[in-house]
C-alpha cells in the first residue's frame, strides 16, 4: 500500500527557512517520479518541484527557483524540500505525490498518490 507522510511545515518569518520531509512506504522511492505540490487559499493546487528517477531530472517553477531544492534519500526512502528565503506567497498547504512512471513533468494531473499535507505558513 502506498503511503505518503508529509512533515517539517510551520509558521516561519519571511526570509526564513523550512525544510519538509516525505516519507515513503509501500514502494522504493527511487524507481518512480516524485514531487512536491502546493495549494494557497482559493487557489488551484500547483507543481512546486519534481524529480524523475529515470534520469534524475529536476523541475522548479519558476517562483521558487533558486530558493528551493528537491532532494530524496533513498537509504531513508524520503524525499526532502528544502525551503530558504520564504516569502509571504510561498504560504500554501505542501503535497508530495508519486507517479508510477520513473519520468514525469510537475503536472498535477500526473500523479496519482497524494500525501496528507504539511502547512507552511510564512508571516512576521
Known amino acids: 500500500q502506498v503511503q505518503l507522510v508529509e512533515s517539517g511545515g510551520g509558521l516561519v518569518q519571511p526570509g526564513g527557512s523550512l525544510r519538509l520531509s516525505c516519507a515513503a512506504s509501500?514502494?522504493?522511492?527511487?524507481?518512480?517520479?516524485i514531487g512536491w505540490f502546493r495549494q494557497a487559499p482559493g487557489k488551484e493546487r500547483e507543481g512546486v518541484s519534481c524529480i524523475s528517477s529515470s534520469d534524475g531530472s529536476t523541475y522548479y517553477a519558476d517562483s521558487v527557483k533558486g530558493r528551493f531544492t528537491i532532494s530524496r534519500d533513498n537509504a531513508k526512502n524520503t524525499l526532502y524540500l528544502q525551503m530558504n528565503s520564504l516569502k509571504p506567497e510561498d504560504t500554501a498547504v505542501y503535497y508530495c505525490a508519486v507517479t508510477p512512471s520513473s519520468w514525469a513533468l510537475c503536472g498535477v494531473l500526473e500523479y496519482d498518490y497524494w500525501g496528507q499535507g504539511t502547512q507552511v505558513t510564512v508571516s512576521s
Open positions: 509501500g514502494f522504493t522511492l527511487d524507481y518512480y517520479a
